[in-house]
């Protein structure tokens, strides 16, 4: 994986580039200042001479990677300064984002002082929502280094924190500076995080290219191995199926970009009644989708064949298709906790479902006796060609 690689999202005065790397950070700083310099808002802080950075990260990255991150600071010239979060969901807090607020006090950041996301999704959303909110505004910048983050978290500026009630209740739309992703991450990332990132590449292919599924039924045996090539591809075409979607409907609002959310109104319910972190977000997501296919047969939109498919293509790669043995959820709660889906308008619950594989389309107006249906089907079936358990 040598050759670098870019993709651009094309977002007018808030465009921004994706750089796809191997064994890169000693050239991070250089980078961040060639996007910086490329920036209409930030060009001047680097005209200027304004080198001063606020690295947020998570403690296991902290021992890792974020090292080369300071190195390569520090060797162009940069004061910078680190603050460590709990790795995990739980870090998704407003505690935690008023400890990160406080350090930027500390330090006495100014509009200039660019905030950099060295982790996961979570130090990633978490660390964007900061950046968004002090002085209304930071130059961010996501070094993501988990799959997920990679294909999914670091693209598109959704930035948020969780309410106990339901996830990234409380965030903003606020775009990167740029995000540097570095694939050799990937080498120290426990199996159960890779798999996690594996099911938000497997939604790409259902919700917008068959081929890219076909890809990745034959690829198999690569990505259990993370085939350095094959994970290569994977990451550039999420990134630019991603990238896609963004330019369209950067806030939501047309909803094309809802179609990122398959499977993501049933997971998200999920986690919350599970408790935060004990189903990763890619494992509910993997869950979500079948609930959601499921709903979709229901509803003659798509095949079993299709579903199935989904459901072998998930369970090979190690991800759970149904709840793990021992949850039980109540449908009365479920339903509750998807009333609170952002996607939701007026009380009525709206679904990503797709018509074939590679195409979904947003239904409003489901019948919420079929969702549970759905639900009590599923709950005591046995899909899943594996046991999983959390
Ligand atoms: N903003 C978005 O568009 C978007 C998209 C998808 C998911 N998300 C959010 O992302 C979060 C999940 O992200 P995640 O799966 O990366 O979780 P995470 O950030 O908790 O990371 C998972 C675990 O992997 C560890 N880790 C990360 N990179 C590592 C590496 N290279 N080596 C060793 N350990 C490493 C972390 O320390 C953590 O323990 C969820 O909160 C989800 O809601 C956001
Ligand atoms: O970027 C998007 O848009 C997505 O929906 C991507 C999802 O994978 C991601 O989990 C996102 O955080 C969900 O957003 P939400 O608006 O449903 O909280
Ligand atoms: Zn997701």
């Given amino acids: 994986m040598s050759e670098s690689l870019d993709v651009n999202v094309a977002l007018g005065p808030r465009s921004y580039h994706i750089s796809v790397v191997s064994?890169?950070?000693?050239?991070?700083?250089?980078?961040?200042?060639?996007?910086?310099?490329?920036?209409?808002?930030?060009?001047?802080?680097i005209q200027e001479g304004h080198k001063t950075a606020f690295i947020v990260t998570d403690r296991n990255l902290s021992k890792l990677h974020t090292p080369?991150?300071?190195k390569s600071l520090t060797a162009q010239g940069w004061k910078w300064e680190t603050a460590i979060i709990e790795p995990g969901e739980k870090s998704k807090s407003l505690p935690v984002i008023s400890e990160l607020y406080d350090r930027l006090v500390a330090m006495k950041a100014d509009r200039q002082t660019v905030?950099?996301?060295?982790?996961?999704?979570?130090?990633?959303?978490?660390?964007?929502?900061?950046?968004?909110?002090?002085?209304?505004g930071l130059p961010f910048v996501q070094v993501p280094t988990s799959l997920l983050a990679h294909v999914d978290?670091?693209?598109?500026?959704?930035?948020?924190?969780?309410?106990?009630?339901?996830?990234?209740?409380?965030?903003?739309?606020?775009?990167?500076?740029?995000?540097?992703?570095?694939?050799?991450?990937?080498?120290?990332?426990?199996?159960?995080?890779?798999?996690?990132?594996?099911?938000?590449?497997?939604?790409?292919?259902?919700?917008?290219?068959?081929?890219?599924?076909?890809?990745?039924?034959?690829?198999?045996?690569g990505l259990n191995e993370r085939d350095p090539e094959v994970l290569r591809n994977i990451i550039a075409r999420s990134c630019e199926l991603?990238?896609?979607?963004?330019?369209?409907?950067?806030?939501?609002?047309?909803?094309?970009?809802?179609?990122?959310?398959?499977?993501?109104?049933?997971?998200?319910?999920?986690?919350a009644l599970c408790g935060y972190g004990e189903l990763m977000h890619g494992?509910?997501?993997?869950?979500?989708?079948?609930?959601?296919?499921?709903?979709?047969?229901?509803?003659?939109?798509?095949?079993?064949?299709d579903t199935?498919?989904?459901?072998?293509?998930?369970?090979?790669?190690?991800?759970?298709?149904?709840?793990?043995?021992?949850?039980?959820?109540?449908?009365?709660?479920?339903?509750?906790?998807?009333?609170?889906?952002k996607k939701t308008v007026g009380g009525k619950l709206r679904f990503v479902l797709p018509t074939c594989l590679g195409r979904v389309e947003v239904f409003k107006e489901i019948q919420e006796a079929?969702?549970?249906?759905?639900?009590?089907?599923?709950?005591?079936?046995?899909?899943?060609?594996?046991?999983?358990?959390?």
């Fill in 153 to 221: 978290s670091s693209v598109g500026g959704k930035v948020g924190v969780n309410h106990s009630q339901a996830k990234n209740l409380i965030g903003a739309f606020y775009q990167p500076v740029g995000v540097f992703i570095d694939t050799s991450t990937l080498e120290t990332l426990p199996e159960r995080d890779y798999r996690s990132g594996l099911a938000e590449v497997v939604k790409y292919g259902v919700i917008l290219d068959a081929n890219f599924f076909h890809y990745l039924e034959e690829n198999v045996a």
């Fill in 308 to 341: 199935e498919r989904q459901i072998h293509l998930l369970s090979a790669l190690g991800l759970p298709v149904q709840l793990p043995e021992g949850v039980s959820l109540s449908a009365d709660d479920i339903i509750d906790r998807m009333k609170l889906d």
């Fill in 242 to 271: 991603k990238a896609e979607v963004v330019e369209q409907d950067e806030h939501e609002r047309t909803g094309l970009r809802a179609i990122l959310n398959y499977g993501h109104t049933f997971a998200h319910a999920f986690e």
């Fill in 283 to 305: 494992e509910a997501v993997a869950i979500g989708m079948i609930y959601a296919s499921t709903l979709a047969e229901k509803l003659d939109l798509i095949s079993k064949h």
């Fill in 68 to 70: 080369h991150i300071e």
């Fill in 370 to 390: 079929l969702v549970r249906e759905v639900l009590a089907e599923l709950e005591h079936s046995a899909t899943a060609t594996d046991d999983f358990q959390i």
């Fill in 115 to 136: 905030l950099i996301a060295v982790g996961g999704g979570v130090t990633g959303d978490a660390g964007g929502f900061v950046a968004a909110t002090y002085v209304r």
């Fill in 23 to 45: 064994h890169q950070f000693d050239r991070f700083a250089e980078t961040l200042e060639t996007w910086m310099s490329q920036s209409p808002a930030y060009h001047n802080a």
